[in-house]
Structure formats: structure tokens, C-alpha cells
């Protein structure tokens, strides 16, 4: 599906599910996932998962991951921000000096992992995170120690906040198996290291994949530092014209007809998001980057069950720092072509050169 209506369908109908974990792997040669570190904890979280499994993890996860600790971190938000700026300086690599640490900080701060230890996650997320591209014996093979890694760091953080809690996500999901219809240890385990991972990758391509398209747009760049007050509007329309999440996959449950075609049960639909928000059915002019579009409805944090527990956060984050650095850099350019990443799900930067100075 590449339309609009027919994406948002697709993410949003209970009849378009994510496909069994034991059916999808067997089918790409794996068999035996539960036995590969990267497949265990990607396919037993939540953003694989069908209810009434799905809906379970995320009242558990959700009541843990709120709004009140969200919008509590601004303040730590826009220090980090400001912090980041000052050490910009002449010509610098934009996802390595800002798209990568700022996120990894926000999203270490929320779930407590001490400063000292975040850095060293870059890497290991990139190479877990092949497995949402491609999952083969190569990929796999390199995403194993990757994803077993995190999950032993992560084991040893919830072992401590067991001991002594803290006021953050981990000790709130630890204290979450207190209740009835609790998380499992592996369950923490699992949902902790995909928020982790996840809170980052995805919010690193949100701000890199926005700064390129506001510096190929210097007309829209200007106007995000002469108007802050449309920083909302400008990330829904940065979001919408180059995604950071690009397709969504789902299997049908029951017999559907969606865009004319009768899809049988158990038949696997793509939806991409990134075309679907670039539909001119829907957006005027689609291809023109406009920061203060109106009625602007992306895709890019899908919908439905499985709309992006953490969309208020990346918005957050990407609304007080963008407009942050085109107000203390006006001569804010390009240095170079950017590098984009190798990849179809998820769409980004690996590097991105710019000049601070005019």
C-alpha cells in the first residue's frame, strides 16, 4: 500500500496484525529465534506482539512510560540541548555531535542508565536494529552479541533498582510485577531494551533527516528561527516529508478488500508510510516542505494499537531542539554531502556535515 487511506488502514484495522513470531522466522530460515539474542528481544516486545498479549504489555509498560515522566523531562531536555550547542564549532558531523547523544541522553535519563554508560550504545543498537531490515544468517550473526549485550547491561541495572528503586522507568517497570497482572523478569528485560533502543534510532534519523531537509530549504529554515512558536507544526511536517520510519508490516487475520484488491487471509501487506506521506490525494504539493502546513497528519509513528508509545517524547525533543539550533547558528549550512544510512525500514543519516559558522 502507498496511498494515504490505505496506509493508515493498514496501521490502524485489528485486521492487519503483526504476523506470529514462529511463523515469520521459520519462513526466513530461523526456526529456532528464541535461541538468537537479537530475535528473542525484538519478537517477545510489545511492538511485535498481537493482543491480548500486546495489550497487556502495553498497560503495563504504558502505566510506567507517562505522560507526567515525559513532560518531566523538558527541563533536562533543554539543558542537554543547550549544552550540545555550545560545543558545536565550525564544521562538525551533525548525527555524531547532536542527532545521536542528545537522544541517547533523553531516553538514558528517562530510563536510568548513569551518564558514563550511554555512549557506548551507538553501535550496539545500530547493529541490533539490522535485524528490522533484513534478518539473515550475516545480519544475525552481528545483531546476536549486539542484542545480548544490552540485555546483560540492562539485567544488572534492574537487579540494582530492585535493591534500591529510583525515580525512573526501570525502577517503575521493575515496581510494575508488584501488581496481579505483572511483567515478567524477561518481560522488563525485553520491553526495557526495545524502549532503549528504539528512543534513540529513531529520534537520531527524526532530527538529522529534519535538519537536511530544512538546510536543502533555506527559505523553511528561516522561518523555523524567525517563528519559534511553530516548532509543533514544523516537526509533524518534517516528519511527513522524509520519515524516519518508512514501512510497516502487518498479516491479515480474515479475509479484507482494501484499495480495490481482496486480500485472502494471512496474506503479508507492506505499508509504506514514507509514500503514503507524500500522497497527493492527501497533502497539497506533497513535495514541498512547508513548515506551517495545516492539517498536517503523519504517518511516521503509525496508529492504532501500535501507534509509537514514545511519539510525545521524540516530538519533544525534536520541537525543542531544532528550532535551538537554527536561532543560536543563523548561518547554519551544509559542509558536505550527507551519508545516508544503507537501509529501507528505517530511514536516516550516518553522517551529516555542517558548518556552524558563515
Known amino acids: 500500500m502507498t496511498g494515504y487511506a490505505d496506509c493508515a488502514r493498514v496501521v490502524r484495522d485489528e485486521r492487519f496484525a503483526h504476523m506470529p513470531p514462529d511463523n515469520l522466522l521459520a519462513f526466513v530460515g530461523f526456526p529456532d ?48 540541548v543547550d549544552g550540545l550547542l555550545d560545543q558545536l564549532s565550525g564544521e562538525v558531523d551533525f548525527v555524531d555531535a547532536f542527532a545521536f547523544p542528545l537522544p541517547v541522553n533523553v531516553i538514558g535519563e528517562l530510563l536510568g542508565i548513569p551518564v558514563q554508560d550511554r555512549g557506548q550504545f551507538q553501535s550496539l543498537v545500530s547493529d541490533w536494529a539490522q535485524v528490522l531490515e533484513v534478518i539473515s544468517p550475516e545480519v544475525v ?103 524516519p520510519v518508512q514501512i510497516s508490516s502487518r498479516v491479515t487475520t480474515e479475509r479484507v478488500e482494501i484499495a480495490g484488491i481482496a486480500v ?10 514514507g509514500a503514503g506521506n507524500r500522497d497527493p490525494e492527501r497533502f497539497a504539493d506533497p513535495d514541498r516542505l512547508q513548515l506551517d502546513r495545516p492539517d498536517n497528519s503523519p504517518l511516521s509513528f503509525g496508529g492504532g494499537l501500535h501507534y509509537c508509545l514514545g511519539a510525545p517524547l521524540a516530538r519533544m525533543e525534536a520541537q525543542i531542539a531544532l528550532p535551538a539550533l537554527v536561532r543560536r547558528f543563523p548561518s547554519l549550512a551544509a559542509a558536505g554531502p550527507g551519508q545516508r544510512r544503507n537501509s529501507l525500514t528505517l530511514k536516516g543519516f550516518s553522517s551529516l556535515p555542517i558548518c556552524t559558522t558563515g
Open 33 to 80: 529465534w528464541r535461541e538468537h539474542p537479537a530475535l528473542l528481544h525484538l519478537f517477545t516486545s510489545m511492538i511485535t506482539l498481537n493482543p491480548p498479549d500486546h495489550t497487556r504489555l502495553r498497560r503495563l509498560v504504558g502505566s510506567a512510560f507517562t505522560a507526567r515522566r515525559v513532560q518531566g523531562l523538558r527541563p533536562a531536555i533543554e539543558q542537554m
Open 141 to 243: 550473526s552481528r545483531a546476536d552479541p549486539a542484542a545480548a549485550t544490552i540485555r546483560d547491561y540492562l539485567a544488572g541495572l534492574v537487579e540494582e533498582r530492585r535493591r534500591r528503586p529510583a525515580d525512573d522507568l526501570i525502577s517503575a517497570l521493575v515496581q510494575a510485577q508488584a501488581a496481579d497482572d505483572r511483567l515478567t523478569d524477561e518481560e522488563v528485560l525485553s520491553n526495557a531494551a526495545f524502549l532503549f533502543a528504539a528512543g534513540f534510532e529513531t529520534t537520531t534519523n527524526l532530527l538529522s533527516n529534519g535538519l537536511a531537509a530544512l538546510l536543502a530549504h533555506p527559505d523553511q529554515l528561516k522561518l523555523l528561527a524567525d517563528r519559534p512558536e511553530i516548532a509543533g507544526a514544523a516537526v509533524e511536517e518534517l516528519l511527513r516529508f522524509d520519515s
Open 264 to 273: 485472502e487471509k494471512g496474506e503479508r501487506v507492506l505499508a509504506y508510510l
